[in-house]
T-cell receptor, first 114, second 115 residues
Framework: AQKVTQAQTEISVVEKEDVTLDCVYE???????LFWYKQPPSGELVFLIR??????QNEISGRYSWNFQKSTSSFNFTITASQVVDSAVYFC???????????FGGGTRLMVKP | DSGVTQTPKHLITATGQRVTLRCSPR?????VYWYQQSLDQGLQFLIQ???????AKGNILERFSAQQFPDLHSELNLSSLELGDSALYFC??????????????FGPGTRLTVT
């Protein structure tokens, strides 16, 4: 069975602080894909990143960075110098190679205060 | 804008009624997925269609059904509605039948309220 756990249900930071959102996953498959999605207050789900299980390189995109560690089954997301516009619910999700359905974590609500 | 469209944006209806939610995938995408987001269950996969055929099924109730038409748009039919069916229903699309090789792009969602 697959499972994604986002232990932090809510995080509050002040603008310009760095913040890390944790994601821990469980799967028996050796090939799988991990995703992060952002859900702003408007409600849509915005794709942020996809990583496959064979690529453990960290990725940086502007103020966003992701740390994938197979040894700890974690795929954490860091926002550097947070901004008010980063306020949203962030979801981590897992998909195994032959599957089609995304298994989502419970989400982390990030509130960035000015 | 993901390129996936969903109508209507909001729907308010009474218990026992039937509704149809519509989704148009991104141009060129053959797979359509339906997800339900509710406060108690979180984001859950319901069903996938690929090029007109059902490809995968998740936690979809028997009162719910879906189809994908030759022009690749999809409809999710919800019948005998209950209060607990109130949720945000998302449609997503991807180019392939097995989506590990590509992302699923989500539409803006349809918010269903059952009163």
């Amino acid at each position: 069975a697959q499972k994604v756990t986002q232990a932090q249900t809510e995080i509050s930071v002040v603008e310009k602080e760095d913040v890390t959102l944790d994601c821990v996953y469980e799967t028996r498959d050796t090939t799988y894909y991990l995703f992060w999605y952002k859900q702003p207050p408007s409600g849509e789900l915005v794709f942020l990143i996809r990583r496959n299980s064979f690529d453990e390189q960290n990725e940086i995109s502007g103020r966003y960075s992701w740390n994938f560690q197979k040894s700890t089954s974690s795929f954490n997301f860091t926002i550097t110098a947070s901004q008010v516009v980063d306020s949203a619910v962030y979801f981590c999700a897992l998909l195994f190679n032959a599957g089609n359905m995304l298994t989502f974590g419970g989400g982390t609500r990030l509130m960035v205060k000015p | 804008d993901s390129g996936v469209t969903q109508t209507p944006k909001h729907l308010i209806t009474a218990t026992g009624q039937r509704v149809t939610l519509r989704c148009s995938p991104r141009s060129g995408d053959l797979s359509v997925y339906w997800y339900q987001q509710s406060l108690d269950q979180g984001l859950q996969f319901l069903i996938q269609y690929y090029n007109g055929e059902e490809r995968a099924k998740g936690n979809i109730l028997e009162r719910f059904s879906a189809q994908q038409f030759p022009d690749l748009h999809s409809e999710l039919n919800l019948s005998s509605l209950e209060l607990g069916d109130s949720a945000l229903y998302f449609c997503a699309s991807s180019p392939m039948g097995t989506s590990g090789r590509s992302e699923q792009y989500f539409g803006p969602g349809t918010r269903l309220t059952v009163t």
